[in-house]
C-alpha cells in the first residue's frame, strides 16, 4: 500500500489493528484531502483483512487528536457551485461512515482537541475512549464559521448522543470537557494517556463478547426513537434559545437545528443526503465568507510577534507591577495574575489600593461552577498579589504598567519617580487612552523602553490591547509587550502612536455623527436602533453614557485638536456634562440608570437638554442613519491605513471587533466595505456632500473606486 505517511497501521494485542494519525506536516492532525485519501487506502485494506478482532484509531501527537478539517483548503473551493460542495460532503461523510460497517468493533482512543471533522471522525466509529490528563476538547465549531458539520456529524450526533445533547453541542458550537463528555455518554472510559490504548482493546473485548456493537450500528442506523410531542417541544425551546443567542443574526445554528429536527425521522443515509444539502446551502454564504475571515484575522494575530525583524526576539515577562488601582487597574492586574504572574499593584490613595486588591481578588478567586468565590484559589492568589507603599517595592518588576489619572503632567512625574529605580531591562507602559505615547516618553531616558500597553474595558471581557509604539520605542520591547498580552490571553495588536491611536480614533467619527444625527432630528431611538440592526452590541448613544459622557468629553477634545477639519464639537455633549449627567456610572446620561451595570430607561431630563440642541426637522430611514454613521468610520481607516497607523488592513477589522464589538457576522470594517466595494461608497457618500470633509471620499478611496481594488489586496 501507498504511504503518504500522514498515518500508520500496525497490530497490537496479535488482532487488534491500530490506526496512528500523525501528520508529519504540523503539531496537530489536520483532515486535510491528502489525509482522507490515505485514510480511504487504509479502509481498503482493513475490509479485506481477516482475523481482524477490532480497529482502534488514535494520535500520534502528544495533547491532540484532529482540530478539524483543512480551513484553507476549504476556502479554496469558497466559490465552487452548491452541486460540488454537497458530492464534497456526500464522499467525506460516505468515507467515515465505511468505520461504522467494517466487521469489527471500532474504537477512537481521543487525547486533547478533538473537534470538527475529528469529532465527526470520532463518533463514526463504534465507541470513544477519552485521556484524563490532556486538556480534553470536544466539539463541533462549524457554526461559529456559518457552517454545519458536513461529514455526518448532525446525522451521527443525535443518534449516538441524544437529539438533545446533540443539539446543544451542534447548535451552540463551544467545546466540552472529558467530564461532561463522560456524562453526556460520548466515551466509554476516561484514562491517564498511557493507559488509552489498553482501554480502547479492553472495549473492544468486552463488546466482543457482548455483541451490543451490532444492536447499536442497527439502531443508530435508523430513525431516531422519540414521540413527535416530544421532538415538537425540544425544536421550540431549542429555536427560543438560538435565537436569543444569535439575535437571529446568524442562521446557520437555526439550520442546523431545522436538519436535525426534519431528519430526525429518517435513517442515517437520508439524513447524511439531507445534512449534505444544507451545508452547501451556508457554505459561501456572506456570512460564512465573513466568519472565514475572522478565523483568518484570528490565526494570523496569533502567529504575528508585533515586528517585522526576525533577529529580535522578545523579553520575557515574569513579573508585572500595576499602579493605579482604579477600573482599568484592577482588570489588568487580575488578568495578569490569572495567568500566575506575581503582580504588585500600588495606588496614591490608602482606600483605593484596598479597594483594587480586594476586587482583584473576589475576580480572579471566582468559580463558574460554584458562581462564587473559591477558597483555595483566593489563598492561591492571594500569594502571588503584593499591595505596594511605596514605589521601591515596584522597582524590581520585569513590566511595570501605569493605570492613573488621565493627565500626562501627573503621569509624568510619576515616570520621573520611577524610572531611575526600576533594572535597566525593565519595560514601562502606559494605559492611556488618548495621550500621545512619544510625548509621555519625553524626559525618559530610556524612551526605548516604553510604550503603551492599552487595554479595553472591561478588561475581564475585551481580547483587544493595543501595544503603541511612540517614535522611539525599540522593536524589542514592542515585541515583549506583545508576547505579555497574548501570555495573558489577549490579542494585541501593534499600532503607531497617534491621536486616539487607532480603536478610538475609529470609534469616534462613529460616535461624533451620532450627535450631528440628533442635531439634524433624528430620533435617539432611531440611531439606536439602526446601529443594533447593523449587528453593534450596543446603540452609539448607549455606548456615551457606558464609556462615560466626561471621559468621551476630553477624548473628544484630542480628537478635535488633531483633526479639526472632520471633528465636531457638539454643544449637546458639553451640556450633558455641565448638567452633572456623566452617563451609567453617575445614574444618568443619556437615559436614566438604577444602578451602575443596570440597563438604561428613557429619561424627560436628558431629552429636554438634547431637545434646545436640534436645529433642523430632517427625515432618516434606517439606510440613512447606518450609511452616516459606519461611512466616515470607513474614511477614518483609510487615512489610517494612509499614515500607516497599523501595519496590516486586517488589524483595522480584529481592532473593531476585538475592542468594540464590531459585528462578526460582517468580518469587520474594512470586510464589510469590501463587500460594498469602493464605487459603491463613493456613491453612497454622496447624498452626504454637505456634511463637508467628514463625509468627503478620501483620496484613497477615490482610487480605490477608480481601479476596483479591495482593501484586502494590499
Ligand atoms: P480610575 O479613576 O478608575 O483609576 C485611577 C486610579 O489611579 C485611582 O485609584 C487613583 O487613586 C489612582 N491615581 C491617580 N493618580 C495617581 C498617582 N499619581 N499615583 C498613584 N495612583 C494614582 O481610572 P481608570 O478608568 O482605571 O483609568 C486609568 C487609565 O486607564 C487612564 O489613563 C485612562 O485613560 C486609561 N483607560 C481607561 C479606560 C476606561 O474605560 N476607563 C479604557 C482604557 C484606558
Known amino acids: 500500500m501507498a504511504d503518504a505517511g500522514y498515518m500508520k497501521l500496525s497490530t497490537e494485542d496479535g488482532d487488534i489493528a491500530v490506526l496512528t494519525l500523525d501528520d508529519p506536516r504540523g503539531s496537530a492532525n489536520v483532515l486535510s484531502r491528502a489525509v482522507l485519501e490515505e485514510l480511504e487506502k487504509n479502509l481498503n485494506e482493513l475490509e479485506k483483512r481477516q482475523g481482524v478482532a477490532g480497529l482502534v484509531i488514535r494520535s500520534g501527537k502528544p495533547g491532540v487528536f484532529i482540530v478539524g478539517a483543512d480551513i484553507r483548503e476549504f476556502v479554496a473551493n469558497i466559490d465552487a457551485p452548491k452541486a460540488q460542495i454537497e458530492e464534497m460532503c456526500n464522499t467525506g461523510r460516505k468515507l467515515f461512515q465505511r468505520l461504522s460497517k467494517l466487521p469489527f468493533p471500532t474504537v477512537t482512543a481521543i487525547v486533547g482537541q478533538c473537534v470538527g471533522g475529528g469529532a465527526e471522525l470520532a463518533l463514526w466509529c463504534d465507541r470513544r475512549v477519552m485521556s484524563s490528563d490532556s486538556k480534553a476538547a470536544y466539539g463541533f465549531p462549524e457554526v461559529k464559521l456559518g457552517l454545519l458539520p458536513g461529514w455526518g456529524g448532525t446525522v451521527r450526533a443525535p443518534r449516538v448522543l441524544g437529539l438533545s445533547n446533540a443539539i446543544e453541542l451542534v447548535t451552540g458550537g463551544e467545546s466540552i470537557d472529558a467530564h461532561a463528555a463522560k456524562s453526556m455518554g460520548l466515551i466509554s472510559d476516561l484514562v491517564p494517556s498511557e493507559q488509552l490504548l489498553a482501554s480502547a482493546i479492553k472495549v473492544i473485548r468486552a463488546e466482543q463478547k457482548s455483541g451490543q456493537w451490532k444492536k447499536d450500528r442497527e439502531t443508530w442506523n435508523g430513525p431516531i426513537d422519540m414521540s413527535d410531542t416530544e421532538l415538537g417541544f425540544l425544536g421550540a425551546t431549542a429555536s427560543a434559545m438560538i435565537q436569543g443567542a444569535t439575535g437571529g443574526k446568524y442562521p446557520a445554528p437555526q439550520a442546523a437545528l431545522e436538519l436535525m429536527m426534519e431528519a430526525a425521522g429518517a435513517d442515517a443515509d437520508t439524513a447524511g443526503a439531507a445534512e449534505a444539502k444544507a451545508m452547501a446551502q451556508l457554505f459561501g454564504s456572506p456570512i460564512n465568507r465573513s466568519l472565514l475571515n475572522i478565523f483568518f484575522l484570528t490565526d494570523r494575530n496569533k502567529k504575528d510577534t508585533g515586528i517585522d525583524r526576525k533577529d529580535v526576539k522578545a523579553g520575557e515577562i515574569k513579573s508585572v507591577a500595576v499602579i493605579g488601582a482604579g477600573i482599568m487597574g484592577q482588570g489588568i492586574v487580575a488578568a495578569t495574575l490569572k495567568r500566575r504572574l506575581p503582580v504588585m499593584l500600588a495606588d496614591a490613595v490608602p482606600a483605593a489600593l484596598s479597594k483594587g486588591v480586594s476586587q482583584v481578588l473576589s475576580e480572579v478567586s471566582f468559580d ?88 479595553f474595558n472591561p ?256
Not at 629 to 642: G, K, S, Y
Not at 700 to 709: D, F, R
Open 368 to 455: 463558574k461552577t460554584k458562581r462564587g468565590p473559591d477558597a483555595k484559589k483566593a489563598v492561591e492568589f492571594a500569594g502571588l498579589l503584593n499591595a505596594a507603599t511605596v514605589d521601591a517595592e515596584l522597582a524590581p518588576a520585569d513590566l511595570v504598567i501605569e493605570a492613573i489619572v488621565e493627565n500626562p503632567e501627573v503621569k509624568k512625574q510619576f515616570y520621573a519617580r520611577i524610572e531611575p529605580l526600576l533594572k535597566d531591562d525593565a519595560i514601562l507602559a502606559s494605559n492611556t487612552s488618548t495621550i500621545p505615547i512619544t510625548k509621555l516618553a519625553e524626559g525618559l531616558k530610556r524612551p526605548d523602553k516604553f510604550c503603551g500597553i492599552h487595554f
Open 459 to 714: 478588561v475581564r471581557k475585551m481580547p483587544l490591547v493595543e501595544v503603541i509604539r511612540g517614535a522611539k520605542t525599540s522593536d524589542e520591547t514592542v515585541a515583549t509587550a506583545v508576547a505579555y498580552a497574548k501570555n495573558i490571553g489577549k490579542s494585541p495588536i501593534v499600532v503607531n502612536d497617534g491621536p486616539g491611536f487607532l480603536v478610538n480614533r475609529l470609534l469616534l467619527p462613529y460616535m461624533n455623527e451620532a450627535l450631528e444625527l440628533i442635531s439634524d432630528g433624528a430620533e435617539v431611538k432611531a440611531i439606536e436602533k439602526a446601529a443594533k440592526e447593523f449587528g453593534m452590541p450596543m446603540g452609539p448613544i448607549t455606548l456615551y453614557d457606558v464609556v462615560g459622557l466626561d471621559t468621551a468629553f476630553y477624548a473628544g477634545r484630542v480628537m478635535y485638536e488633531a483633526f479639526p477639519d472632520r471633528t465636531v464639537a457638539s454643544p449637546i455633549l458639553a451640556a450633558m456634562v455641565k448638567a452633572g449627567r456623566l452617563g451609567q456610572k453617575s445614574g444618568a446620561g443619556f437615559f436614566a440608570y438604577k444602578d451602575s451595570k443596570g440597563r438604561g430607561t428613557p429619561d424627560p431630563a436628558a431629552e429636554a437638554i438634547v431637545k434646545t440642541y436640534v436645529r433642523k426637522e430632517q427625515k432618516f430611514t434606517p439606510e440613512q442613519i447606518t450609511h452616516r454613521l459606519f461611512l466616515p468610520m470607513v474614511l477614518e481607516a483609510t487615512r489610517i491605513l494612509e499614515a500607516k497607523v497599523v501595519r496590516d488592513v486586517r488589524d483595522v477589522d480584529l481592532g473593531l471587533i476585538f475592542g468594540v464589538g464590531f459585528p462578526p457576522y460582517k468580518g469587520g470594517l474594512l470586510h464589510w466595505a469590501d463587500t460594498l466595494g469602493a464605487a459603491k461608497i463613493v456613491e453612497l457618500l454622496k447624498p452626504f456632500e454637505s456634511l463637508g470633509e467628514r463625509a468627503k471620499p478620501t483620496p484613497m478611496l477615490l482610487e480605490m473606486a477608480k481601479t476596483g481594488q479591495k482593501f484586502y489586496d494590499m
